[in-house]
């Protein structure tokens, strides 16, 4: 009786304990969110070998110089850990990847305005250009400083046997359409696409039509189709679908055909162009596909890219990261003026582990050893400052919409055919969320 | 103490079937209500006050921790010895009515803070907007049995739970019939077959992604198994996951792949508990081996059938994981119940939906829990 007995108490008593430790459970490091702590804590989603890097610049050059500590901290379960320390005080600046979480963090009261930091907006404009700053407003009020940048408008290509069939690098959409005439005039392929992502497929295809959104609508009108304030299915949309469609549908244009798109991996799919000779020759992805290229293909040699071409004007397609303020003190101030300066993100560019790009207008091309980062930050600077640039719509728009129904949409379009475009695009205006 | 008393649930039923003696019919279930309800939910909230007080202080954390051990363990402890010391205190004829009571309490407290609460909120937010801010009546059950992507999940989790025990349970039947009659190496055999009942959901998915994976000529080598055979057919790679509607067929057999050995060593456990001696006379009188599975076999292992039957129902009805980790599932037409409801609440971020769905998926259960429940009882009874 009396082991039963023990175990009888026991059994609840375990699970008592188990929920009252739930309910008490969180992280709790840190010290009490007083006004002057002398440090100031960047909390971010990075990789822990970039936050690394930063670190290393920032005891380099911010740390000696002031009276305070700063350091950036990696951050493997970030948003859970932004949440806890909203609310426990203990947050001074957060490094966010989408302009939506920061409109977020302002709509819950938690981050503190740049404007009642006394931050001069204008001067921040200046130095980051008018819409990236734009992307963290609340409001009337800014939140986000963009800390990193990087391109999406990026067209690849095998350099070396390139330029053995003497193409040439084009510059307007009619360019590229005759360049891959030409290609498959000489019994190549032009294009390498593919769209699967496993629960994300689909994805890269948005990227395309963003691109091609902006370099024919331009920005104003992107950004009205990033916030519903044309429709989905708005004739300007209708007209990028369609240019979209004309290289995906053309026949012989596209390796293995439209309808197979979305059963190629997206970091296979550039693969074929270091056949010898090449399976195929344009390839339109981001910066970070160069870690999907064979190991021993090189930059400048082997590969090498352009920005994607001007349609009806010029467009720069990125996406980047902004800093989110949670405290409001000078030496948090001072931490960001430092931080965003030229030196310290020139610093940063010269830094080989790194592959971020000031989104700092002032920044040079010169910071960057590595050309393709180079290039692409000549490109950035000019689509910031210039604006012809737009962030990534779907990491803009509803969740609903930009990792859903725009991403399953443009798969519809490339298994159904080019007949299938207003459908598609009507369905997806559909599935926008009503408020 | 009533001698049955081993666990909390077995308590409540001896109780239940036999009243208290003696009068106090106010005051009985009074105390009852408040052992049961009132004394562990004071508990519950001394200790998060005690967890709460002992977060905010900036001592070594290591300390917090060991006083949270201590406090939380012996603060248990304690309650319940105090509980029972309490009702040891209460007049002869009331103290073995409530007792019982006052040790299930905790148990439903808990189970009314994660399981009853939980139900009924889902069930409010479930007519609640996106942000379950305001009511919009019966929209979300609209989209629900409206939405395009909505149907197809509906039709495929139908298929899921008619497909999946079908052949789960068929095929280990089979095993478990052939495997009995091994003269050496059933262990092995049966153990071969249980193996993938040791990996996740999730492993196993991407086992079955590699088999099935798919690389169209001139994008290098297919090094998905199922393709490499194809191409050693000299057949052309076929796109398995993207082959509409066949591929929801090659998602089920993962689920069947994994759930046969489950189904197996029940069955044959089962089957080792016919009596030798009925087959025997079975055979004596002239029946034929296919006569005897039939006709002696499987009339004497239908609960056990049913049993197996209704555990692969559920967990088809259940299925997220592999429709989720294997591919888009929207865009492959593979969607279903559960893995629409994740997609609504944290990927497209719509409370409402996400919980008509949970409701959905909720009512869709309870039909098959009820036929377990009552199976169950009726062979308890029968035993």
């Known amino acids: 009786m009396g082991m039963r007995r023990f175990r009888l108490v026991v059994l609840p008593a375990v699970l008592l304990f188990v929920a009252a430790a739930c309910g008490g459970d969180g ?10 702590t002398g440090t100031v804590n960047v909390l971010s989603a990075l990789e822990p070998e970039e936050a690394a890097v930063l670190n290393g610049i920032i005891g380099d050059l911010i740390n000696p110089n002031v009276d305070y500590t700063a350091e950036v901290e990696a951050s493997a379960d970030f948003e859970e850990q932004v949440q806890i320390r909203a609310e426990g005080g203990t947050l001074d600046i957060i490094l966010l990847p989408q302009p939506g979480a920061v409109v977020d ?8 305005a740049l404007e009642d930091m006394g931050f001069d907006i204008a001067d921040l404009q200046a130095t980051f250009g008018e819409y990236f700053l734009s992307l963290g407003e609340y409001q009337g009020k800014h939140y986000g400083i963009p800390t990193n940048i990087n391109l999406k408008s990026m067209v690849w290509y095998p350099k070396d046997d390139f330029d053995k069939a003497g193409y040439t690098v084009p510059t307007t959409w009619d360019e590229m359409i005759a360049l891959s005439n030409q290609i498959k005039a000489d019994g190549g392929t032009p294009w390498c696409v593919g769209y699967e992502s496993g629960g994300a497929t689909g994805w890269p295809a948005t990227d395309w039509m963003e691109d091609i959104m902006l370099a024919t609508a331009g920005q104003d009108v992107y950004t009205q189709w990033v916030k519903h304030e044309i429709p989905f299915n708005d004739p300007a949309v209708v007209n990028a679908g369609q240019l979209f469609g004309d290289i995906m549908f053309a026949p012989g244009y596209v390796l293995g055909g439209a309808d197979q798109t979305p059963a190629i991996a997206f970091g296979d799919a550039p693969g074929p162009m270091f056949d010898d000779p090449p399976k195929c020759w344009l390839h339109r992805q981001a910066s970070f596909i160069t870690a999907f290229f064979p190991p021993e293909a090189e930059a400048g040699v082997d590969y090498d890219w352009f920005p994607f071409p001007a349609i009806d004007q010029q467009g720069t397609l990125f996406a980047g990261e902004l800093a989110v303020v949670f405290r409001d003190a000078p030496e948090v101030k001072d931490f960001l003026t430092r931080f965003m300066a030229e030196d310290v993100q020139c610093a940063m560019g010269s830094e080989p582990g790194s592959s971020r790009i000031s989104p700092n207008v002032n920044v040079g091309p010169d910071c960057y050893p590595n050309p393709i980062l180079a290039g692409a ?7 910031l400052s210039g604006g012809t640039a ?3 719509a779907s990491d803009q728009m509803p969740p609903a919409v930009g990792s859903g129904s725009f991403w399953t949409g443009m798969v519809e379009y490339m298994q159904d055919g080019p007949s299938s475009l207003n459908s598609v695009l009507d369905s997806i205006e559909k599935s926008w969320p009503a408020s | 103490m009533k001698t049955s008393t081993h666990d909390p649930a077995s308590a409540t039923e001896v109780v239940a079937e036999a009243p208290p003696a003696g009068g106090g019919a106010v005051w009985i279930p009074l105390l009852r209500l408040v052992g049961a309800l009132v004394v562990p939910l004071v508990g519950f909230f001394a200790l998060w006050a005690t967890f709460d007080f002992l977060r905010d202080e900036n001592a070594n954390r290591g300390l917090v921790v060991g006083v949270a051990i201590v406090v939380g363990v012996g603060g248990v402890f304690f309650l319940f010895w105090a509980m029972d010391r309490l009702v040891s205190l209460l007049p002869a004829r009331y103290r073995e009515g409530v007792r019982p009571y006052v040790f299930v309490g905790p148990g439903l407290v808990i189970l009314s803070v994660f399981l009853v609460y939980p139900v009924i909120n889902t069930i409010l937010i479930s007519f609640k907007d996106a942000r379950s801010e305001s009511f919009v009546g019966l929209d979300n059950f609209k989209f629900v049995f409206t939405d395009e992507s909505m149907l197809r999940s509906i039709r495929n989790t139908a298929g899921w739970i008619i497909v999946v025990p079908l052949f789960g349970v068929s095929i280990g039947l089979a095993f478990a019939t052939l495997a009995d009659r091994l003269r050496r190496g059933e262990a092995v055999a049966k153990s071969m077959i249980f193996l993938p009942m040791a990996i996740s959901f999730a492993g196993a998915s991407i086992t079955w992604k590699l088999i099935y994976a798919f690389r169209p000529e001139g994008f290098g080598t297919n090094i998905g198994l199922l393709n490499g055979i194809m191409l050693g057919l000299g057949q052309q790679p076929v796109p398995w996951l993207q082959e509409q509607p066949w591929n929801n067929l090659f998602l089920m057999v993962i689920m069947i792949w994994m759930q046969t050995g489950f189904a197996m060593v029940v069955l044959s456990a089962a089957i080792k508990s016919i009596p030798d001696e009925i087959i025997e006379a079975a055979r004596i009188d002239g029946a034929s081996e296919l006569q005897v599975f039939r006709r002696i076999m499987i009339p004497s292992i239908l609960p056990t059938i049913v049993v197996v039957t209704t555990y692969m129902v559920i967990n088809a009805l259940k299925v997220f994981d592999i429709v989720f980790v294997v591919g888009s599932a929207e865009t492959n037409g593979t969607e279903v119940i559960a893995e629409r409801m994740i997609r609504w609440f944290f990927i497209s971020a719509n409370d409402g939906r996400a919980a008509a769905i949970a409701v959905v998926l ?12 009552r199976r169950f009882r009726e062979q308890e009874a029968t035993r």
């Open chain 1, 390 to 392: 737009g962030f990534d």
């Open chain 2, 362 to 373: 909720f009512l869709a259960i309870i039909p098959v829990m009820i036929w377990n429940v």
């Open chain 1, 377 to 383: 930050s000549e490109v950035l600077t000019a689509g």
């Open chain 1, 105 to 112: 963090q302002a709509a819950s009261g938690n981050a503190v």
């Open chain 1, 27 to 36: 992280g709790d490091e840190g010290g009490g969110g007083g006004e002057d």
